[in-house]
């Protein structure tokens, strides 16, 4: 007989979106951690969840095209790692980039600033990179305010171009921009002054 913390763990997961990568620490509402990794474990030697890396779990998607499970979604596994550490994590680089529209280039090393430790994990054919930074960086500051400030910082002062600005601007809402404009106001002067001609 299954035990009432089992039938609830499998009603979230079952209720997830496909693609969706959690820890023991999601379900730290419904049980303890031991019982919780018990009742994963049992999940993925049943095949209902993957094992992504130690202690991180997804719920794959199957494509029946490639008739195959599709790779774990890496920005969802990144916050799954951020949930299960409580980092603050916001993409960098051309991570960054992707996130925002600016490169379709999938790219194959994922990089995150956090107020965490630095960290480095493998998944599958992906690398995934955890930079520390500090904390004036990214304290105070949303996802989407820290994200677009990291993809400025990534282009490069003498390097953005109208055509970025413009594109940008586009990606944004109006109350993302309202956000950013409150959010990112002690960041660097040029960087400053980039969002408030994004944001305009």
């Not at 790692?81 to 680089?93: E, Q």
């Amino acid at each position: 007989m299954r035990e009432k913390y089992q039938i609830e763990i499998e009603k979230r997961i079952e209720d997830a979106d496909l693609g969706y990568a959690f820890s023991a620490i999601d379900f730290a509402d419904i049980a303890g951690t031991d019982p919780t990794n018990k009742a994963l474990s049992r999940l993925g030697e049943a095949g209902t969840i993957r094992r992504v890396i130690k202690g991180i779990y997804d719920k794959p998607l199957y494509s029946k095209l490639l008739g195959e499970y599709s790779s774990p979604n890496i920005e969802k596994v990144a916050q799954a790692l951020a949930r299960k550490y409580n980092w603050t994590i916001a993409p960098s680089g051309e991570t960054a980039l992707n996130f925002l529209h600016l490169s379709t280039q999938v790219p194959n090393s994922w990089s995150y600033i956090s107020d965490g430790p630095y960290r480095k994990y493998d998944i599958g054919s992906y690398q995934v990179e955890f930079k520390h930074c500090a904390n004036k960086e990214i304290s105070g500051k949303s996802f989407i305010t820290i994200s677009v400030i990291q993809a400025i910082k990534y282009i490069g002062k003498d390097k953005i171009q109208q055509e970025d600005k413009e594109r940008l601007s586009k990606a944004l809402s109006s109350s993302d921009k309202e956000i950013i404009l409150r959010e990112a106001i002690t960041t660097t002067a040029w960087i400053y002054k980039v969002i408030k001609e994004i944001c305009s």
